[in-house]
């Protein structure tokens, strides 16, 4: 699109000033290859008839490996700039947001993994994101399972 957009932008008097500059297309295409991984998980769960909770969770441990990966790449990278730190502030503030609703509830995604005949325990060591939540995971619901399952039988 940037031949096309640039085309555009010097046909119409007006627009000329809003042309995007060599830096700015840098910029964009950067950018461009960063989200393509959230596309293709995007992609990926829309292609599904319906969307299988579980797939979500691992999308989303995807990601935050993803953003923590980039992160420190841009963050030693030497020769970094402006853009590099612009992107890297951006990955950050998105890896945040993530967490934070993440960790609101995740424990019960966990346990929704863990219930899942297709993912069960080992879908945790696909992530390192995963591996941090499998013990506490694993933890909580073994907790709520007793607590279950003893006021069950006290009950009978």
């Given amino acids: 699109m940037r031949n096309a957009l640039n085309i555009f932008c010097e046909y119409v008097e007006n627009l000329i000033t809003l042309k995007p500059t060599d830096?700015?297309?840098?910029?964009?295409?950067?950018?461009?290859?960063?989200?393509n991984v959230f596309k293709s998980i995007f992609i990926i769960l829309e292609g599904e008839s319906?969307?299988?909770?579980?797939?979500?969770?691992?999308?989303?441990?995807?990601?935050?490996?993803?953003?923590?990966?980039?992160?420190?790449?841009?963050?030693?990278?030497?020769?970094g700039d402006e853009i590099d730190e612009n992107i890297l502030n951006s990955m950050q503030a998105a890896r945040?947001?993530?967490?934070?609703?993440?960790?609101?509830?995740?424990?019960?995604?966990?346990?929704?993994?863990?219930?899942?005949?297709?993912?069960?325990?080992?879908?945790?060591f696909n992530t390192s994101s995963g591996k941090e939540l499998q013990i506490k995971a694993i933890k909580?619901?073994?907790?709520?399972?007793?607590?279950?399952?003893?006021?069950?039988?006290?009950?009978?």
């Fill in 96 to 124: 945040d947001k993530i967490i934070k609703h993440y960790e609101r509830t995740n424990w019960m995604y966990c346990v929704v993994l863990i219930l899942d005949p297709r993912h069960k325990v080992e879908t945790f």
């Fill in 23 to 35: 830096t700015e297309w840098s910029l964009i295409e950067r950018i461009c290859q960063y989200l």
């Fill in 50 to 79: 319906y969307v299988i909770f579980s797939m979500v969770i691992i999308g989303i441990n995807m990601l935050l490996d993803r953003l923590e990966l980039w992160a420190m790449e841009l963050d030693n990278k030497p020769d």
């Fill in 140 to 156: 909580h619901f073994k907790d709520i399972f007793k607590a279950q399952y003893f006021r069950a039988t006290a009950n009978s």
